[in-house]
C-alpha cells in the first residue's frame, strides 16, 4: 500500500473513530436525562377540590362544593410539594395560600425539615400565614437587607426545583397569568440550593443581631 493510502485510511480511521465518539457522548447525555422530571405549570389553574391530597383515604368522601377528581395545576403543585420526605426549603415573597401552609404544616408534622425564607415586609401583611408557620414550630427567616426578597422558589429534598412567577397566593393561584418549572436537572437546581443556603446563613437571627 503506498504512503497516500495509508495516509487516507488512518485520516478515515481518525475521522470514524470523532464520530464515534461523538455518538456515545450524545447517547450517553440523553440517557443521562431520560427519566429527569422537568414539568411546567400554567395559572391561573382550575379550581378544584384537593382535600384527597391531604387525606388520601378521604377518596369520595369529601362533600364540598368543588369539582372533585379533576387534575389541576394546582393539585400537582401541591402533590410536588407534598412528595417531600426528609427537607423542604421555601424561599417566598409573598405566602397566604391556605392550602400550601395546610400542606407545610402537614410536612412538618410528619418530621420533614421545613426551612423558610420570606420578605420581611410581606411576612406580615394581612392573610400572611408565615405566623402560623412560627406558631406551628417551622424555622422562619426574614430577609430585611434588599428593597424586597422576590424569590419564589421551593426545594424538595435537595433535588426538586419548584420556581417561577406564582406567589404563594390564593390571587395567584386562581386568579394570575403565572408560571412554574418543576426540574430534577442538577445544574438547575444546585445554583437554588446555594442561593437558599446563602440567603439563611445571612438571615440568621444572631449573626443579624451581632452585627447591630
Ligand atoms: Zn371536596
Known amino acids: 500500500m503506498s504512503l497516500t493510502w495509508s495516509l487516507k485510511a488512518f485520516s478515515l480511521g481518525v475521522v470514524a473513530f470523532s464520530l464515534s465518539l461523538e ?10 436525562h431520560r427519566g429527569t422530571l422537568n414539568k411546567v405549570l400554567i395559572f391561573p389553574s382550575e379550581v378544584a377540590c384537593v382535600e384527597y391530597l391531604f387525606r388520601p383515604n378521604s377518596v369520595g368522601l369529601c362533600f364540598c362544593g368543588l369539582p372533585h377528581g379533576v387534575e389541576t395545576s394546582f393539585s400537582h403543585l401541591l402533590r410536588y410539594i407534598l412528595s417531600a420526605s426528609s427537607s423542604l426549603d421555601l424561599c417566598l415573597f409573598s405566602f397566604s395560600n391556605i392550602d400550601l401552609k395546610r400542606a407545610v404544616i402537614l ?3 410528619k418530621g420533614v425539615t421545613i426551612r423558610v425564607v420570606v420578605d420581611k415586609d410581606y411576612s406580615a401583611i394581612t392573610g400572611s400565614q408565615i405566623g402560623c ?5 417551622i424555622r422562619v427567616r426574614c430577609e430585611a437587607d434588599y428593597v424586597h426578597m422576590h424569590h419564589k422558589f421551593a426545594v424538595v429534598d435537595s433535588r426538586l ?9 390564593l390571587t395567584a393561584v386562581q386568579c394570575n397569568r403565572e408560571n412554574v ?10 445554583p437554588f440550593i446555594k442561593e437558599f443556603e446563602r440567603l439563611w446563613v445571612l438571615n440568621d437571627p444572631a449573626r443579624v443581631y451581632n452585627n447591630l
Do not use: P
Request: charged share 20%; proline share 0%; hydrophobic share 50%.
Open 23 to 32: 455518538l456515545l457522548c450524545w447517547l450517553f447525555g440523553r440517557l443521562k
Open 133 to 137: 408557620l412560627r406558631k406551628a414550630g
Open 181 to 190: 418549572i418543576i426540574t430534577e436537572e442538577a445544574e438547575l437546581v444546585q
Open 107 to 109: 410536612l412538618h408534622e
Open 161 to 169: 426545583l419548584i420556581t417561577g412567577s406564582l406567589n404563594w397566593t
